[in-house]
């Protein structure tokens, strides 16, 4: 390793409290200051940490008492006096999103730092930036997909609440790579009807940045999915699309400041993840505390659940949840097969999507975390495990590419399908329901999952009970397919009003 090459690290502090349980289930919110000066991190440790940091000749990029994180730039050989890995190499591996191969900083063993930060700092990412997660979209040509819809046909299809367009809204998108052009956006919800177009504005996190490839079969796909429709079911819902590496440090960021945002963003979509076991320990944790902050802040987080049935694209032979979907922190995802008709609404088919191990909704059970209270009564599947683990997925719509999503990509028609067609659904969704109710939703789950038992699907969902992912099949109820089912947005305004009133 070269020990005068420049990085840039974040160091995440320790809380000052821990947010209460009952706050992150919500339905009671507080505003970023509150959380700052709560649950954020205490004003002393940022000034230990900034002067030692300074000490070493450290540039301080920037220190935020709500997010907990300071962020540091300087030379290898300067970060070691803080932060010094026992191995860190360069290594070659597979990019899960592009499926090439590519140079990255890879530690191995503990990360020594100072005694005086032991217990202050909680985390450091950066050191490693090898790439952490994938895009979960599979395309077609529109002649190939058996059938296909706008995002504004599965509106009605799914019943979205009347007299609501996401108006007052913030969505939030959370990008790892590609991007968008805004001649895209412009012929593309005017094709659909939609003017003016809807208000989409990129921020970059850590150096990412909008950066089309001009390449509609690369990552742009993923982006202008998203962005398409989010901006298609909630079109007066402003958008703020975040780009950031693709590597923990990455991700982590983009949503912590997505989440942290002024104006607080009614709901977040993310479409990629990876199974739980490539994730660090530490990168699991603080993607989670980012997500504790954001079920307090009163923001939704809609996750993709996965696109590779049960194996989650392992080749071991065993079921593998994706995360962040296996948080119970998120609203995961997943996806169905469906035949109805845009005209009417009227569905006349939808089933599990499974096209095989390689083309198959995600989902399964979590191997490290347990399961929440709102899940404790729905039937999920523990087998012989003593502690009742998280179920995945929460909710469903529409994801198999045979009855996939018409978008437009770099200036080229597709059909594209994936549980990252559904995050960006639900998160529309939870717009529109927020701005009906007047007032965040947060936590979603805790809402949905009321009235739900073994076998049976509380009123605001059309249960899914035909097929399977492999190791997992569809049955009346929640299931690991499926979740709760699909979703009717009228119906379940309504439930919602009914809960928000007792």
């Known amino acids: 390793m070269d020990e005068s090459q420049p990085i840039d690290i974040t160091l995440v502090l320790r809380r000052r409290a821990e947010i209460p349980e009952d706050l992150i289930n919500g339905p009671a919110t507080i505003s970023r200051q509150e959380l700052a000066e709560r649950y954020g991190a205490d004003p002393a440790d940022i000034d230990l940490v900034r002067r030692t940091a300074e000490e070493h000749g450290l540039h301080v990029l920037e220190a935020d008492q709500a997010t907990r994180r300071i962020k540091l730039r300087g030379t290898l050989a300067q970060l070691r006096h803080v932060a010094d890995p026992q191995s860190l190499d360069l290594v070659q591996s597979l990019d899960p999103a592009t499926r090439e191969m590519v140079e990255h900083r890879q530690r191995e063993g503990d ?52 007299n609501t367009d996401g108006s007052g809204q913030t969505l939030a998108i959370l990008e790892l790579g590609g991007g968008y052009t805004q001649e895209d956006l412009d012929t593309y919800f005017s094709d659909l009807g939609i003017s003016p177009t809807p208000s989409v504005t990129a ?131 997943g996806g169905t097969y469906l035949e109805a008709d845009p005209a009417t609404g009227n569905v006349t088919l939808e089933r599990v999507w499974n096209n095989g191990p390689k083309s198959a909704s995600g989902g399964g059970i979590s191997k490290f975390y347990k399961q929440p209270p709102w899940q404790a009564n729905v039937g999920v599947p523990n087998g012989s495990h003593p502690t009742p683990l998280r179920g995945v997925p929460d909710v469903a719509a529409t994801a198999d590419p045979r009855s996939g ?83 009717d947005g009228t119906e379940l305004l309504e439930r919602l009003r009914t809960i928000s009133v007792s």
């Not at 730092?113 to 950066?126: C, E, N, R, S, T």
């Not at 599979?138 to 504004?152: D, E, F």
């Not at 007047?438 to 999952?449: A, F, K, N």
């Open 405 to 487: 999503y018409r978008v437009l990509v770099d200036g080229q028609p597709m059909v594209i399908g994936g549980t990252s067609a559904v995050a960006p659904l639900w998160a529309a969704l939870a717009c529109r329901l927020s701005e009906a109710l007047g007032r965040p939703l947060g936590l979603l789950q805790p809402l949905l999952y009321d009235g739900a038992t073994a076998g049976h699907s509380p009123s605001g969902f059309r249960d899914i009970t035909q097929g399977d992912i492999g190791a997992f099949k569809a049955g009346p109820g929640w299931d690991a397919c499926t979740g709760l089912g699909v979703p």
């Open 111 to 162: 990360l020594r730092i100072p005694a005086h930060w032991q217990d202050v700092v909680v985390a450091v990412l950066g050191m490693d930036d090898r790439p952490q997660a994938r895009p979960h979209i599979h395309r077609l040509k529109p002649a190939a997909a058996h059938r296909s819809y706008t995002p504004v046909e599965l509106g009605k299809i799914y019943r979205f609440p009347p």
């Open 203 to 333: 921020v970059g996190v850590d150096g990412g940045s909008n950066s089309p490839e001009g390449n509609p079969d690369g990552v742009d796909g993923e982006v202008l999915l998203d962005i398409e429709v989010a901006g298609a079911l909630a079109p007066r819902a402003r958008q703020v699309v975040y780009f950031a590496p693709n590597t923990d440090q990455g991700f982590a960021d983009a949503l912590s400041a997505a989440v942290h945002a002024t104006p607080t963003p009614t709901a977040v979509s993310n479409s990629w993840g990876l199974n739980e076991e490539s994730w660090t320990e530490q990168g699991r944790a603080v993607f989670d505390e980012a997500l504790a902050d954001a079920a307090a802040l009163g923001v939704t987080v809609c996750v993709a659940a996965g696109d590779n049935g049960s194996s989650d694209g392992e080749s071991d032979g065993l079921p593998h949840t994706d995360y962040p979907a296996s948080s119970s922190r998120t609203l995961a995802c």
